[in-house]
């Protein structure tokens, strides 16, 4: 459709500025009307189902008992109460029930306002929760009652309940008192014990009212609701009515100018005109259409430049595919590398845990099996990460297995692999290591430290730290390695383990640190399960947020005895 017949354009705009005028006006007066009905319904149900009628029924029983004791005053002669005197002539005047209402009220419009006290005379049929008036004597026993099947003319504190029959006391000598309370039926019920005084100030006996404190039965809450809803859900038809067509037209007034505006410049690009744009002036849903009109606009202009664009993007996803495809190659050749499992030999435990921070990393960890059953540990970090990081471990750790085939020493092993990995490594670069031979027979650790984090033994909750002298492989070269060897006895364990758990930095920027990892050893290392204790206390003190920075491996020694094998 094209504008080039004005008339016609404009007429159809008018008629959807109509439509659009007419559903501004329907829905701002639905809206308005719902908020009405939820406001005043919510309204009645907070007021009807919580404690404030029972306050008020709590007053509206104050204030009648108040009544109905000054009447009985009036009544009495002398110190003796005229029960039938005094009733009769409140239910004549009505002055109990005008007693019980709002002053200004109307007990039409809000009919669980009311507070009507009837005489419910012997053998009807029980009305359920009704109010009831007694008048009491001085002895206790009950002069006049509103409903005497519920209570006879008998001494009051034998047929009602003891938190009543303590207020009916305490009236009686002197001291009026109230309190809404759940009776045995599960209702909230109001009760008030009201002295009737002679003239001579001294108590001659009271009055006793028991309400319901909830909605009546005979209440009609629809009827209170729509007697509110209905009166003023009106004067908001009528004030809304013409605020909102006048709103409907002036808000809908802007929003035609800009489609026709958006149709004509559609018109002209289809024409031929391709400078054509569309001012974008908000951030609605026309202004969407407008900023869809210009991309489109744009992106025919710019098509051989965005086909450029995305070849180029494409070849980006498949150099970055072919790159993330090497990485998990270059991870599961380096996974090949490490040990499948810990090694199984009597008496002793052997626990690991490897995590590269990336595909790939730089820390090792080896065991070689030597002559006469020795076990040869190997733990070590290299530089650095990523790639080069890896060879530089797979190199190292061929080397280390070459080195100690034979009978050689820690020291020896060390010193001869520094001196190959020094003609070999890359400036800059170099590999940390710690290399031990346990002997199974005798549970003797030797071992010699190449500039690596030192170990821990844990021996009867105290901390020692295997260290031994050495500079890390492939710095310097001819380099001698001190050798250190303790004995372990039932029960010890060492952690091996490298800077990734010991640098590891929380959100603060604190490192872990070595002594918090020997305080958890001597306070909160445990034979079984230490690898795990380690790394819940690590992801406690990092937080779930961390982003791993290197890479982290532990290996366990535990010494259990003679006779122990650990299970494949």
């Known amino acids: 459709m094209t504008f080039s017949n004005q008339s016609g354009g404009l007429k159809l705009w008018s008629r959807l500025r109509i439509r659009m005028a007419i559903s501004y006006t329907v829905i701002t007066v639905v809206l308005v009307l719902l908020l009405e009905g939820l406001v005043v319904t919510a309204g009645f149900l907070i007021i009807t189902r919580s404690p404030v009628p029972g306050y008020f029924a709590l007053a509206r029983a104050s204030q009648a008992a108040q009544i109905y004791a000054l009447q009985a005053a009036v009544d009495a002669e002398g110190n003796t109460l005229d029960p039938h005197t005094t009733f009769e002539n409140l239910h004549n005047i009505e002055t109990a029930r005008w007693a019980a209402q709002w002053q200004d009220g109307d007990p039409g419009m809000m009919s669980f306002w009311n507070l009507d006290i009837p005489e419910i005379e012997p053998g009807s049929p029980d009305p359920g929760p009704q109010p009831i008036a007694l008048l009491i004597g001085a002895d206790g026993r009950v002069l006049y009652s509103t409903f005497p099947d519920r209570f006879p003319e008998a001494n009051i504190f034998s ?65 209170d609701v729509a007697a509110v809803l209905i009166p003023s859900g009106m004067a908001w038809l009528c004030m809304m009515l013409p605020v909102g067509l006048l709103f409907g037209f002036m808000t809908t007034r802007g929003i035609i100018r800009r489609i026709e505006r958006l149709a004509v410049a559609t018109d002209r690009f289809r024409a031929g005109d391709f400078s054509q744009r569309v001012p974008v002036r908000r951030r609605d849903e026309i202004g969407l259409l407008e900023s869809q009109f210009n991309l489109m606009a744009e992106q025919l202009i710019d098509s051989f430049e965005q086909r450029s664009a995305m070849a180029e993007q494409s070849a980006r996803r498949e150099e970055r595919a072919r790159i993330e495809q090497e990485m998990n190659s270059a991870h599961y050749i380096q996974k090949a590398l490490l040990p499948e499992s810990a090694p199984v030999i009597e008496g002793c435990r052997i626990d690991t845990f490897y995590n590269p921070a990336r595909e790939v990393g730089g820390d090792l960890y080896d065991f070689l099996t030597l002559p006469d059953g020795r076990l040869g540990i190997v733990i070590g970090d290299v530089t650095g990460k990523g790639i080069p990081a890896a060879l530089i471990m797979a190199t190292t750790t061929a080397m280390i297995r070459a080195a100690a085939s034979g009978s050689k020493r820690p020291g020896e092993v060390l010193g001869l692999v520094n001196n190959l990995l020094q003609v070999q490594m890359p400036s800059g670069m170099f590999a940390t290591c710690f290399y031990a031979i346990l002997e199974p027979e005798n549970q003797r650790l030797t071992y010699a430290n190449a500039g690596h984090n030192i170990p821990y033994l844990a021996r009867n909750g105290k901390v020692i730290e295997l260290r031994a002298t050495g500079m890390p492989l492939g710095l310097l070269p001819e380099q001698t390695y001190s050798e250190q060897e303790v004995v372990l006895e039932p029960e010890d364990f060492i952690l091996f383990y490298t800077d990734g758990l010991v640098e590891a930095h929380n959100t603060n920027r604190e490192m872990f640190g070595s002594p918090r990892l020997k305080w958890l050893l001597q306070n909160g290392g445990r034979r079984d399960g230490l690898i795990s204790y380690l790394l819940n206390d690590l992801e406690t003190f990092t937080g779930p947020d961390w982003e791993q920075e290197d890479d982290v491996t532990l290996i366990v020694v535990q010494h259990r005895g003679r006779g122990y094998y650990a299970r494949p």
Do not use: C
């Open 159 to 223: 047929i009602t309940s003891e938190q009543d029959a303590e207020m009916i006391r305490a009236a009686l000598a002197g001291t009026s008192d109230g309190a809404v309370r759940e009776n045995t039926d599960g209702m909230m019920t109001a009760a008030v014990a009201e002295t009737v005084w002679n003239r001579d100030g001294d108590p001659i006996g009271a009055v006793f009212i028991q309400a319901p404190a909830g909605v009546p039965q005979n209440s009609n809450l629809f009827a």
